[in-house]
């Protein structure tokens, strides 16, 4: 699975026709039109429910007024004060991400990139109104066309999160699968059908009155209403087309039939009443979901199209401006259907020529899905392959535009694809995205053995690339070293690409434990996401940053990285979005590492269970619960078992081997830390830690973060067994490695642990110098987490007032304060872990001296401490364990697997 650049890769801003900004008409009601009809009964309706029900729908088919309804309503509501979103709906909308991306857009004003998860829009908008203290209302428009299980599912799981305080309104020409039956039983649903949108003889008679040249009789007007049952739009084509005094009852007589019939003979009749040169540009621009002049200019060989559209909106002809300045328009939709159908069935070659140019002048303006969906309307292949071709073939799935490219691969001959390379890689990355990893494999590997053009060679290596990183391929340096070389194939200026591989490059240094190599990439993916625009790439590869600043060391910087990250996330997204479990995740793992416990398992307490249920990846799972587990440790031993369990749970759940494989490390670093060896040696045994821990020698282990764990296990379990040459072996080695690529983390770790093993060795002056190599490079950063998963293995006089020897010959009160800072810290946890029954590390050393039949004087000698302190631990030692003699305190260690190995000497 891996890390989310290998899962997520970064991508643009939701753009749905390929432009930076979008379009903003989406984002209010069209410009209301002239002459109207206020339908008040039905405003007083939707006013009632904005406070008693949470939903309101209007569906009806197309003609009966659902948008003109809401869009006056909308306006009352603003006259009003009240706060009102507007979201018209595109069929590109259907894919629940862009859904909810317009939604965030809508209602949040940020981006969240095509492949966030949509926990992330959930998030932000639930939180954008918790705390709004008045109604609030969102409008959704021509919802039919974005209608989608996926989209359903998300909708479904809003409205039931959205606080009561916010009422949403659905128009559409069905009825959405929304699951109403709990939201009807608790009167929570207003429904306005076709039966209440119908206009009334009083609405109708008002319609005539506006455009009629001389009143209608109340017979008219009553047979009319009669005959269209109050369908508004054919009043509307009735009024338009008795304009021009044509016998009316004559015409009255003739309205009759279903409803596509009746609006094709009203059409019919409205154009009839234009000029020749009006019913070709109405003809010749109804195939366009939207209009400008330009297009009328283009389609219609005209050089006035802005002056057309004017003339065509005065006359009340089915078309609606989008903007305030009258730019751009669009066309009843059933008005437009209607049209659109008359011409392909009038002249189909003209129908084809028509969809054809428009495709062209959308593709050269890089809007990829309205061109795709004129290219297939004009049924030319070869034009829908070149339009895919020319938007960059496979670069639309990353760029967010994965729609408008299946829309025409799915359109497309095989025999048409193989000859556009970039729409044959293009058919590789969806197989990925599919999770469909042994297809795309295959396709992959056969596209490579033919020949392409030498220009292509480096795209055929990014999609490669991607697929490698999906299928989690082993990666060696020579791979690292090729994909730098790729970067410097790239453009400067294709942001896209190079967040996408700088920020896998970052990872995979990351991931493989060379971490000096790592920084620089990731950095420049940051400066990519940044020219973007992309807040949600960005974030993630802060998260990476994060990660690997800590590993080197830095502690206090990669605080800041998250801690700022954590800022931006409740601004964009919210205080308990997917982003800030991710993000509280690894801020609790830091807090850890400064030695605040306490707030980590704050932290904790709603990110962890909330990571759970997310679809995340290895990094931030290995995070949450490995600082959960070290806080448990560190504070209720008891709880440990279960949160190891919920981490192997979700590991199986989410197939994510390294999870589980860290999780059977903590299984062994549980009983090490409660000083149950014997159990330890069985479980380390059970689990294979000495071929896990094998592994760290290898230059590219599979998982090097499993062979660093695995490697400091079996460091300690060398220690447990008073075996420290084998201990001290073994930590030259990883030592070195962890000197060679910047590990200051782990070297940290690797000092306590070796100031323990001289210790058991008898070389105090070393074990003291080790020890002081901990101190110094933990207390500038104020790492403390190392001290507390080490606390077994700390030397005798850590806990007490006593110093090491060497702090007799260093005096500086910094390193003075840190040392009484990690004392405090060490008691305390003692204390809130209930240390009463579970022995301290200095009592342990001096328990296994005991065991070993020395006196007090002899075991002082050998920790080189005073037959005093000897006898004080003995005493501690005998009251936790309950028993009065040294004889029953060996025999009671022995039984609960607190001691091991053979005796040296009889007690």
């Not at 019919?268 to 002049?293: D, F, H, K, M």
């Not at 000859?419 to 044959?424: D, M």
């Not at 006593?802 to 390193?815: C, G, L």
Request: aromatic share 6%.
């Amino acid at each position: 699975m891996g890390s989310p650049h290998a899962r997520h890769p970064p991508v643009a801003c939701y753009d749905p026709e390929g432009m930076t900004d979008p379009i903003a008409t989406k984002f209010s009601p069209p410009v209301r039109a002239a002459h109207q009809v206020v339908r008040a009964g039905l405003l007083r309706r939707l006013d009632d429910a904005v406070s008693s029900r949470r939903l309101t729908l209007v569906h009806a088919p197309a003609g009966y007024g659902k948008t003109s309804l809401l869009t006056q309503w909308h306006r009352t509501l603003k006259e009003r004060g009240l706060e009102c979103f507007w979201l018209t709906l595109e069929e590109e909308e259907s894919d629940a991400i862009r859904f909810a991306d317009a939604l965030m857009v809508g209602i949040v004003e940020v981006r969240m990139g095509e492949n966030a998860p949509l926990r992330v829009a959930t998030s932000a908008i639930v939180n954008r109104f918790v705390k709004t203290p008045r109604d609030v209302v969102v409008i959704l428009d021509d919802f039919q066309r974005a209608e989608s299980a996926s989209v359903c599912g998300f909708l479904r799981t809003l409205l039931r999160l959205l606080p009561p305080s916010v009422h949403v309104v659905i128009s559409s020409r069905d009825r959405p699968n929304l699951g109403y039956a709990e939201l009807a039983a608790d009167h929570e649903l207003l429904e306005i059908g076709s039966s209440d949108l119908r206009f009334s003889l009083e609405e109708a008679d008002i319609v005539f009155k506006s455009v009629a040249a001389s009143p209608l009789a109340p017979d008219d007007v009553s047979r009319l209403v009669e005959r269209t049952e109050g369908w508004p739009i054919a009043v509307q084509m009735t009024a338009l087309s008795l304009r021009a005094g044509s016998d009316r009852g004559e015409r009255i007589s003739e309205f009759a039939g279903p409803d596509w019939q009746l609006a094709s003979y009203l059409s019919e009749q409205v154009l009839a009443g234009l000029s020749p040169e009006l019913e070709t540009v109405l003809s010749s621009t109804a195939i366009l979901n939207r209009v400008n002049g330009e297009l009328v200019n283009l389609l219609c060989n005209r050089t006035d199209g802005p002056l057309i559209l004017e003339q065509l909106e005065r006359q009340d002809l089915f078309i609606v401006p989008l903007d305030p300045q009258h730019v751009t328009y669009r066309y009843h939709q059933l008005f437009a259907d209607i049209l659109s159908a008359r011409l392909k069935r009038r002249d189909a070659q003209a129908f084809r020529r028509l969809h054809a140019m428009a495709a062209r002048w959308f593709a050269a303006r890089n809007q990829v899905l309205e061109a795709v969906r004129h290219a297939r309307l004009c049924e030319d292949d070869d034009l829908l392959a070149q339009v895919l071709d020319d938007a960059g073939g496979w670069r639309l799935i990353p760029e967010g535009k994965m729609d408008a490219l299946i829309t025409g691969l799915e359109n497309l001959p095989e025999r048409v694809i193989t000859q556009y390379p970039r729409l044959v890689l293009a058919r590789v990355y969806r197989l990925i995205k599919q999770g469909e990893m042994d297809a795309a494999r295959t396709a992959y590997d056969s596209f490579r053995s033919t020949d392409f053009a030498p220009n292509l060679v480096t795209e055929v290596s990014l999609v490669g690339e991607v697929l490698a990183e999906y299928e989690n391929a082993p990666m060696q340096l020579d791979d690292l070293l090729a994909k730098e070389a790729l970067i410097r194939s790239l453009p400067s200026h294709d942001h896209l690409m190079l967040s996408n591989v700088y920020e896998s490059l970052g990872g995979k240094y990351c991931e493989c434990g060379w971490l000096e190599r790592a920084i620089e990439p990731i950095r420049r993916a940051l400066s990519h996401h940044q020219a973007l625009r992309s807040l949600y790439g960005e974030l993630f590869t802060r998260f990476l940053e994060s990660r690997v600043v800590l590993a080197q060391g830095r502690l206090e910087e990669a605080r800041v990285i998250l801690d700022e990250a954590a800022v931006s996330i409740q601004n964009a997204y919210g205080p308990r979005s997917d982003l800030a479990a991710n993000c509280a995740a690894h801020q609790a793992e830091v807090r850890f590492e400064q030695g605040a416990v306490s707030e980590a398992l704050e932290l904790l307490e709603w990110a962890l269970p909330h990571t759970e249920r997310s679809d995340g990846w290895f990094e931030v799972y290995a995070s949450a619960f490995g600082a959960a587990i070290r806080a448990a440790l560190a504070t209720s031993p008891d709880d440990v078992q279960a949160v190891i369990a919920r981490m192997r749970d979700t590991a199986h759940r989410r197939h994510l081997r390294q999870l589980e494989l860290l999780a059977d490390i903590y299984d062994v670093e549980v009983p090490i830390f409660a000083g149950r060896y014997g159990d330890a040696q069985a479980k380390a045994e059970s689990v294979g830690i000495n071929g896990l821990a094998d592994t760290m020698r290898e230059e590219f282990p599979v998982y090097r973060q499993v062979a660093i764990a695995a490697s400091v296990c079996r460091i300690k379990l060398h220690l447990c067994a008073d075996d420290h040459r084998a201990a001290l072996g073994e930590i030259e080695t990883v030592q070195r490695w962890a000197q060679q690529h910047g590990h200051g983390r782990l070297l940290i770790t690797l000092s306590i642990l070796a100031a323990q093993a001289y210790e058991l060795a008898g070389n105090a002056r070393n074990a003291a110098a080790r020890f002081d190599d901990a101190v110094s490079m933990s207390m500038f950063q104020g790492f403390m987490g190392p001290f507390l998963d080490c606390r077994r293995f700390l030397l005798a006089d850590i806990l007490e007032d006593e110093s090491p020897d060497v702090s007799a010959h260093d005096t500086d009160r910094f390193r003075e304060k840190y040392l009484r800072r990690l004392r405090r810290l060490l008691r305390s946890t003692s204390v809130r872990q209930g240390e009463s029954t579970i022995l301290s590390a200095p009592e342990l050393l001096t328990l296994r001296h005991l065991d070993k039949g020395f006196t007090n004087k002899e075991i002082a000698r050998l920790l080189k401490v005073s037959p005093n302190t000897v006898k004080y631990r003995l005493k501690s030692l005998f009251a936790k364990m309950g028993v009065t003699s040294r004889r029953a305190a060996v025999e009671m260690s022995r039984e609960q697997g607190l001691l091991s190995g053979p005796r040296e000497r009889e007690a």
